[in-house]
């Protein structure tokens, strides 16, 4: 069964920086399209930055520019770092992998991050 487990997550003040991390238990996490997805209180999920398995990425326009997804295939681990963090960043953060053209589809179970002074 895949597991994706997501760290990193906790309170900052604005401005400060976060970097999540999401561990994978799969055989061949290369082949996975990963994403970072987050929602906040009465809102939808929405998502936030994305990676290929060739390393391609894109980014909701809230974050260009501040966040920045990568992976470590050796590691089984998709990263997020997160710099000048808003108040309006706060959320539940989820890792979500997939294998393009399979109907493999997961979920993290989600990490808090809360941006406040």
């Known amino acids: 069964q895949v597991q994706l487990v997501e760290s990193g997550g906790g309170l900052v003040q604005p401005g400060g920086s976060l970097r999540l991390s999401c561990a994978a238990s799969?055989?061949?996490?290369?082949?996975?399209?990963m994403g970072w997805h987050r929602q906040a209180p009465g809102k939808q999920r929405e998502l936030v930055a994305a990676?290929?398995?060739?390393?391609?990425?894109n980014y909701a326009d809230s974050v260009k520019g501040r966040f920045t997804i990568s992976r470590d295939n050796a590691k089984n681990t998709v990263y997020l770092q997160m710099n000048s963090l808003k108040p309006e960043d706060t959320a539940v953060y989820y890792c979500?992998?997939?294998?393009?053209?399979?109907?493999?589809?997961?979920w993290g179970q989600g990490t808090q991050v809360t941006v406040s002074s």
């Open positions: 979500n992998g997939k294998v393009p053209g399979t109907s493999v589809d997961r």
């Open positions: 799969v055989f061949i996490f290369s082949r996975y399209a």
């Open positions: 990676i290929t398995s060739g390393g391609s990425t």
